[in-house]
């Protein structure tokens, strides 16, 4: 059995300096945002094209070049017309699935997997002050994000989901004092988008705590059973969507040392259709890929 699994002992060390700030602190888009100018007629053409052919290359992004497609066609769209909030969380989505889904393997390239995350974040964050001037005055003033909330609505729970989301996956790539500093907004936002619209990408606030309770040490707020409640309100609502399976092995039953919970969530998905939901068969294959390789390394957990 490894040692304090996940290098817990380091991640003991570092919440002493998290109060010293060792985490590392990031721009945020809301820093270097600017308003943007109404569209001509042209530029409104150009954008509807490519956010066509941002949607034709996300169904086939379960290949790297139409994933990276997708990004690249919706940045150009946003680009060209910042203001589409829409669009934006879209972005944010896309970036997400293309560092989580592709380059999380290249093992050659671990800081473009990490600052493709970082971008991921931005989109969400430039998809936000779109969506609601109130809430971008707010946080150019310097407002901190879980004390402008209320300056937001249902609208916002997608760009606030995948903030969450990218912001989790580079936080914890850069450190876990890095990851904790930003516990206290995004158990704020997810309780947001938790109230808001529960069932947003397949039950994803409770997954997202699921993760949380289990990740964060006690006297951070993690919580096991709280873990477990929410990882298994998600698969209840959405058994089919298998990220919530494999983030359960990963994040709770290595924890919990259960092995036998471990396989049998990890068989499940091995095991399933990826087809079952037409609509994410590409994240389906993304989470059985997932599966095989924490099978693989099971003697590492346990």
């Known amino acids: 059995m490894r040692s304090l699994k ?10 002493v300096a998290v ?47 139409q994933a990276k497609a997708a990004v690249d066609y919706l940045k150009q769209a946003t680009e060209l017309d910042p203001s589409n909030g829409q669009a934006l969380a879209n972005l944010s989505h896309a970036i997400y699935f293309y560092g ?36 971008a005055e707010k946080m150019a003033a310097g407002s901190r994000i879980e004390d402008a909330l209320d300056a937001l609505d249902r609208s916002a729970v997608p760009a606030l989901y995948w903030r ?84 359960m092995a990963e994040e709770w039953a290595i924890k919990e040392d259960n092995k036998e919970l471990y396989l049998e969530l990890l068989d499940y998905v091995l095991a399933g259709d990826p087809n079952v939901i037409p609509y994410i068969k590409p994240e389906n294959l993304c989470e059985q890929r997932k599966a095989k390789i924490l099978k693989e390394d099971i003697d590492e957990y346990f």
């Not at 850069?174 to 808001?196: N, P």
């Open 6 to 15: 996940s290098g817990h002992w380091v991640a003991l060390l570092c919440m």
């Open 19 to 65: 109060a010293a700030g060792c985490g590392s602190t990031r721009e945020s888009a809301w820093d270097t945002t600017q308003s943007a100018g109404a569209l001509d007629e042209a530029s409104k053409a150009k954008v509807a094209d490519l956010l066509q052919k941002a949607n034709t290359a996300w169904d086939g992004r379960n290949d790297i070049t």
């Open 100 to 135: 989580d889904c592709h380059l999380r393997f290249d093992k050659d390239n671990p800081d473009l997997y990490k600052n493709t995350h970082e971008e991921g974040t931005k989109a969400a964050e430039r998809a936000l002050a779109a969506l609601s001037p109130a809430f």
């Open 164 to 247: 969450s989301s990218n912001l989790g996956r580079w936080a914890t790539l850069e450190s876990f004092a890095t990851l904790l500093s930003y516990k206290d907004e995004v158990r704020a936002i997810m309780e947001f988008c938790l109230a808001e619209e529960p069932t947003y990408w397949y039950q994803g606030p409770d997954r997202y705590f699921g993760i949380f309770y289990a990740r964060a040490p006690s006297f951070a707020g993690g919580d096991m059973k709280k873990s477990a409640a929410h990882f298994n309100a998600s698969m209840e609502a959405h058994p089919d969507y298998w990220g919530t399976r494999v983030a």
